[in-house]
Nanobody
Framework: QVQLVESGGGLVQAGGSLRLSCAAS????????MGWYRQAPGKQRELVAN???????DYADSVKGRFTISRDNAKNTVYLQMNSLKPEDTAIYYC???????????????WGKGTLVTVSS
C-alpha cells in the first residue's frame, strides 16, 4: 500500500508564504508524476501544479509566477512553495501521485488526505 502524507498548511496573511510537503511511503517500485490539487469551499477540485518524473512542470494560470513545485526523488517527496498568497488561494490542498507499486502491477493514482491553507485578507 502507498501512503501520501501532506504537511505545511496553516493560516497566513495575504502576501505571505507557505511551503507544502508531501511524502510518499510504502511499497513503491516507480514514482512517476506528482502534483498538487486544491478544493475551495463550494468549488470543484482543481489542478494547482504537477511535476513528472522527468520533464516540464505545469501550473494553473492562477498560480503561475507565485507557486513553485519541486520534488526530491531520493525522498519520494514533492513540495509546493507558495508565495504572494491571496485570500482566493484558501483551500484544502491535496497531494497526488502516480505510482507503480511493484514491477508486476500497473501505475495507480493515489491521493493524500489534504492540508488546509487559509489566507486572511
Amino acid at each position: 500500500q502507498v501512503q501520501l502524507v501532506e504537511s505545511g498548511g496553516g493560516l497566513v496573511q495575504a502576501g505571505g508564504s507557505l511551503r507544502l510537503s508531501c511524502a510518499a511511503s510504502g511499497i513503491i517500485f516507480s514514482l512517476n508524476g506528482m502534483g498538487w490539487y486544491r478544493q475551495a469551499p463550494g468549488k470543484q477540485r482543481e489542478l494547482v501544479a504537477n511535476i513528472p518524473s522527468g520533464g516540464n512542470t505545469d501550473y494553473a494560470d492562477s498560480v503561475k509566477g507565485r507557486f513553485t513545485i519541486s520534488r526530491d526523488n531520493a525522498k519520494n517527496t514533492v513540495y509546493l512553495q507558495m508565495n504572494s498568497l491571496k485570500p482566493e488561494d484558501t483551500a484544502i490542498y491535496y497531494c497526488n501521485a502516480l505510482v507503480q507499486p511493484t514491477i508486476r502491477l500497473g501505475t495507480r493514482e493515489y491521493w493524500g488526505k489534504g492540508t488546509l491553507v487559509t489566507v486572511s485578507s
